[in-house]
């Protein structure tokens, strides 16, 4: 076993060999611009990236021409937001989208509430799926735009985006999804759960970074967008710019790979997952589960251990690579904002970690990675006069303490 463990494939996965195998003739060899029209290299590209164009299509239900290549999901989040805002501007100017989302999303929405648009951002239940009535009352008439993610990228949770769909759909209102931690990962498809945008990034499953797509729906309804980037005309009008071959290759190669594998490999990582998972609950007390755990992407696992030191603990564990739910930005220690909607506190907000775990880690390393985590918290409760006191039956919540 190699240490450090990379357990953090929410934030992004190693390419898969096989992937990067697909894509390194489109460097050296087949090198030509998808748009040249007058010669093979031109052609050769263009079919390259029509054949990726429809595995992609395929991964999740749709048509190849309903594919747009963007950079990532942050563009294709932006092209959805903006570019629906824009086109249905005379309908209406009202999006509904919700607290836990990506800041993709979220920005575009600040973004978009300083040109006239109003936005309902819906709260969360504790276990971090949203209500449905709530999402029923808050459309009105005006509403030409839902925005829900299909999974959470800290806590993992499966929002019911088949249930949205319909929701959307008999309201007349358009369904934007950020899947782009679904894709891939669990069965999407855009027909049966009534999608209209949908936003992928191929950094999350095993193709590069940099680039995307944005599904955008062409009949019933036919969807439309305003195009965010001037130029060419590429992707028939809706993002303009040169298209990466290579990554485009490499993403429907990737495409295909998750097609082929997904029932295979889910079972694998959840029953990593559900170790890990088991291992941690069974050995240390006083650890909780953020988010709903029926709901969840199979290979996330979002803990809070309590009376320990966010910090302290990612420093105990330093050859394990995991995300904690402190964003450590330059002058500040802000506690997740994902988390805190769960309405958890900000200490159980700093003391948790976020485990992803992909296709290239082994069943070792999951042991491993247990085994150390239970050591550290362990050994730094043995350190904690709070922990301590909890033991012997001190109510915390009462005790008033003293500065000094
Ligand atoms: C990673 C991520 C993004 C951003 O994708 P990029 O391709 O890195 O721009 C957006 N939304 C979610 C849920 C993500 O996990």
Redesign the pocket.
């Known amino acids: 076993m190699k240490l450090p463990i990379y357990l953090d494939n929410?934030?992004?996965t190693r390419t898969d060999p096989r992937v990067f195998d697909a894509m390194k003739p489109y460097f050296l060899d087949v090198f030509g611009n998808a748009a040249s029209r007058n010669h093979s290299f031109g052609w050769e590209a263009e079919d390259a990236v029509e054949k990726a164009r429809k595995q992609i299509a395929d991964l999740i239900g749709a048509t190849a021409k309903e594919i747009v290549f963007t950079?990532?999901?942050?563009?294709s989040?932006n092209l959805a937001l903006k570019g629906v805002a824009e086109m249905y501007a005379e309908r209406g100017n009202h999006i509904i989208t919700q607290v836990t989302e990506?800041k993709?999303?979220l920005d575009c929405c600040k973004r978009l509430e300083k040109d006239g648009v109003r936005v309902t951002y819906l709260p969360v239940r504790q276990d971090g799926l949203i209500d449905l009535d709530q999402l029923r009352d808050a459309i009105t008439d005006k509403t030409i735009l839902i925005s829900i993610?299909y999974?959470?990228?800290e806590i993992g949770v499966v929002q019911p985006i088949r249930e949205i769909g319909k929701i959307a759909k008999e309201k007349g209102v358009l369904l934007h999804t950020?899947a782009?931690?679904a894709v891939g990962k669990i069965p999407v498809n855009v027909i049966s759960d009534n999608i209209d945008l949908l936003?992928l990034?191929?950094?999350?499953y095993y193709a590069p970074?940099?680039v995307?797509a944005l599904y955008v729906r062409r009949r019933n309804p036919r969807v439309q967008i305003t195009a965010q980037m001037d130029g060419g005309g590429h992707e028939r009008g809706m993002r303009s710019g040169t298209l990466n071959v290579p990554a485009i290759v490499g993403l429907g190669a990737a495409s295909e790979i998750a097609r082929n594998e997904m029932i295979e490999e889910t079972k694998r990582l959840r029953y990593l997952r559900d170790k890990l998972k088991d291992k941690l609950m069974r050995e240390l007390d006083e650890v909780y589960i953020n988010g709903s755990m029926e709901h969840r992407l199979p290979h996330n696992l979002n803990i809070s251990f309590a009376y320990v030191e966010g910090e302290s603990l990612l420093m105990g564990i330093n050859d394990i690579a995991v995300s904690s739910g402190s964003a450590c930005t330059s002058a500040t220690l802000e506690p997740s904002y994902v988390l805190k909607a769960l309405g958890a506190g900000d200490d159980l907000a700093h003391s948790s970690i976020r485990f992803g775990i992909g296709r290239f880690n082994t069943e070792d390393e999951v042991d491993y990675v247990a085994q150390k985590v239970i050591d550290v918290v362990q050994k730094l409760r043995e350190l904690s006069p709070l922990y301590e006191m909890a033991k012997e039956g001190v109510d915390l919540s009462k005790v008033s303490w003293t500065a000094h």
Do not use: I, L
């Open positions: 929410h934030a992004t950079s990532g999901a942050t563009e989040d990506h993709a999303v993610m999974a959470n990228n950020d782009v931690q936003s990034s191929g950094h999350k970074k940099g995307g």
